[in-house]
Nanobody, 112 residues
Framework: VQLVESGGGLVQPGGSLRLSCAASGFTFSSYNMGWARQVPTKGLEWVSNIYDDGSTYYTDSVKGRTTISRDDAKNMVYLEMNSLNPEDTAVYYC???????WGKGTQVTVSS
């Protein structure tokens, strides 16, 4: 199993980013996927999930400005975040829900 995140970077407050996660080594379409983020001074925060039926979950702090999506043909899961603020600064990880598989993460820094 391999999960590879990309798309992070430095963005100004109010900006947008689209994170990508390339998955391999398992039957992607059969699994529920999620994004979580971690700030060194805080614990892991769950951001968003997308289930094999296409239903989604968002934590309150990102709801309304974040969209999770998946492309089962490409084994990809995406997280598009808008109206970014400094509190969104974190390392973002892609994971398979219910399993201890995580990518190495991609850093998102929101700063002017």
């Amino acid at each position: 199993v391999q999960l590879v995140e990309s798309g992070g970077g430095l963005v100004q407050p109010g900006g947008s980013l689209r994170l990508s996660c390339a998955a391999s080594g398992f039957t992607f379409s059969s699994y529920n996927m999620g994004w979580a983020r971690q700030v060194p001074t805080k614990g892991l925060e769950w951001v968003s999930n997308i289930y094999d039926d296409g239903s989604t979950y968002y934590t309150d702090s990102v709801k309304g400005r974040t969209t999770i999506s998946r492309d089962d043909a490409k084994n990809m899961v995406y997280l598009e975040m808008n109206s970014l603020n400094p509190e969104d600064t974190a390392v973002y990880y892609c994971t398979i829900l219910g399993f201890e598989y995580w990518g190495k993460g991609t850093q998102v820094t929101v700063s002017s």
